[in-house]
């Protein structure tokens, strides 16, 4: 897949995942054997990850602040401005607004994400945590 066009499928599949339209992300974004951080999860056990976390974090809206594409890999940097409700990564957040970035690399495969590496800056949100006590 071009570099160009990698970048507008990414694109559209972020804006796919902001309208929660999880028929389209199905059909068009990920591969039916996606897997996770190393866990083979298939696209019905990646799609119950990302509505958990919408259901999670109500206010969720991925932004890209970084992107770059050589394919068939996407890198891309993505930051967020949410409240999660209850506990989030393991940290009592209590819909508290908080701010963090996730680094996050994926692997397509016959034009579909196939495998993705995701880590989050948790440390940016316990110092946040931290300063408003």
Not at 52 to 68: G, H, Q, S
Not at 92 to 97: A, H, Q, W
Request: hydrophobic share 40%.
């Amino acid at each position: 897949m071009a570099e160009t066009s990698l970048h507008g499928v990414y694109r559209a599949y972020i804006d796919c995942l902001n309208r929660r339209d999880w028929a389209r992300l199905a059909a068009d974004y990920v591969h039916d054997g996606v897997e996770h951080n190393g866990r083979p999860l298939g696209l019905s056990g990646y799609r119950e990850m990302l509505a958990k976390d919408f259901e999670d974090i109500p206010d969720l809206r991925f932004n890209i602040a970084l992107l770059v594409c050589e394919g068939p890999h996407v890198a891309a940097r993505l930051a967020f401005e949410c409240s999660p409700k209850g506990e989030f990564l393991g940290l009592r957040v209590d819909g508290r607004r908080v701010s963090f970035a996730e680094n996050v690399f994926y692997e397509f495969r016959e034009s579909r994400i196939a495998r993705v590496w995701s880590v989050i800056d948790k440390s940016a949100i316990e110092a946040q945590l931290a300063r408003r006590g």
